[in-house]
């Protein structure tokens, strides 16, 4: 056996050492991949895979973890804006693949590329990069967060480019992503809102509540036509529910006499009627927040995303979120015009790692950073976990959760 920093890239591995499966962490593990596949993740002393012989295996690529260190599934963000100085709200192909390269390497294995409120025309250009992103399987797809959201609750959107629900500007859009447009942030209480609701759902693409000052009626009201829509058309079981764009974020606190519709999406969410995303980096949420929440509606139920923006990955200092520009003190990113939190600066395993630490059970952490985002994506036969048959996207981590090595499609990336 060889450690991890002597292998090279091969079509066959066998990773021993303690792995994270759907069924809880298995110690004196075996992780087996063939190609791109994973054809065995469970106890070493239980494989035995017909028409796998180990000696096939080269030496090199025969490895056994160091004490401490585990495999986890690839992780899966849904919400993320950039990283390493690149910038998907830009629409510029060399910045987005700039991101992307950096995001894989730091674990995050499958994502999403969001977009923010612009023009039209910035919208559709930067569908069109991302469309062909998708289609080379570098990106999972598209979340566009906005233009159709709440001026009250914008956030760090530009609220010159906010828009009431346009349906023929939503076709628009659509058309561009080929198919590439997985969920869409929207604001419930706007007028034509149910509309586009039942448009997106049409098409297969998810709505997410979100950026909205909208109260708990509306809210839940919302949820559930979103729900139904997804059932008409079609969405699979474990897809086939609203998500709700960071929870607490760009909407109003929840108050005793005033509920809002963090009630409603607590609510929905506990049932599993929706899913709630969480930007639990320590500027989003109070870590408090975030053990609360995971204990009312259940890790099922949540979905760990990192809002992130090009400073990801870099160092304090001046920086643009789209059009917009942005300075990050501390690691904490703020709109310059207005001083409203402008993204995460965090990876989605610096995410998982301070989860952990505000008191959820790693495993629960885990699951909503890699089977919960994965069904959401209706990926679940695919990627998100540790299971026979599934992509090969493997990260290393030791007792920290200090990422040591990652492996995409059965490629290790350096």
Request: aromatic share 4%; glycine share 12%.
């Amino acid at each position: 056996m060889t450690d991890l920093t002597s292998a090279p890239a091969s079509e066959k591995f066998l990773i021993h050492g303690d792995l994270v499966t759907d069924r809880g962490i298995v110690k004196a593990g075996l992780l087996v991949i063939d190609g791109d596949r994973i054809v065995y993740a469970g106890r070493a002393d239980h494989f035995d895979e017909p028409g796998f012989a180990s000696s096939d295996v080269p030496a090199a690529n025969v490895i056994a973890l160091p004490a401490g260190q585990r495999m986890l599934p690839g992780l899966v963000d849904i919400h993320n804006h950039g990283g390493n100085g690149g910038d998907f709200p830009s629409g510029d192909e060399a910045s987005a693949r700039v991101a992307v390269d950096f995001l894989h390497r730091a674990g995050t294995t499958t994502l999403l590329a969001s977009m923010v409120t612009a023009s039209p025309e910035d919208l559709l250009k930067g569908i069109g990069v991302y469309a062909k992103l998708t289609e080379e399987g570098l990106l999972a797809g598209i979340h566009l967060e906005g233009p159709f959201l709440s001026h009250a609750r914008c956030g760090a959107q530009n609220p010159a480019f906010l828009l009431d629900p346009d349906l023929e500007l939503t076709a628009r859009l659509i058309e561009a992503g080929r198919g590439a447009i997985i969920t869409m942030t929207y604001a419930p209480e706007l007028p034509g809102a149910d509309d586009l609701v039942e448009l997106l759902t049409s098409h297969g693409i998810t709505p997410s509540l979100g950026h909205t000052n909208c109260d708990t009626v509306t809210a839940a009201e919302s949820l559930e036509l979103a729900r139904e829509g997804m059932d008409s058309a079609g969405f699979d079981g474990v897809s086939g529910r609203p998500t709700v764009t960071h929870l607490f974020n760009g909407m109003p606190p929840m108050h005793h006499r005033a509920p809002g519709p963090v009630a409603a999406c607590l609510r929905a969410a506990g049932a599993g009627n929706a899913a709630v995303e969480l930007v639990a980096d320590n500027t989003h949420l109070d870590p408090e927040t975030v053990k609360t929440v995971f204990a009312l509606v259940g890790a099922a139920n949540v979905v760990l995303v990192t809002d992130s923006m090009a400073a990801a990955g870099l160092a304090d200092g001046q920086y643009m979120l789209g059009p917009s520009p942005v300075t990050v003190t501390d690691g904490v990113a703020t709109l310059d015009a207005t001083g409203s939190i402008a993204g995460g600066t965090a990876t989605l395993l610096d995410v998982v790692r301070r989860t952990t630490a505000a008191g959820v059970e790693f495993t629960d952490a885990l699951t909503s950073a890699t089977s919960v985002p994965a069904a959401i994506l209706g990926l679940t036969d695919e990627l998100g976990s540790l299971r026979r048959g599934l992509r090969a996207d493997v990260i290393i981590v030791d007792e920290e959760l200090t990422l040591q090595r990652v492996m995409r499609a059965g490629h290790w990336l350096s």
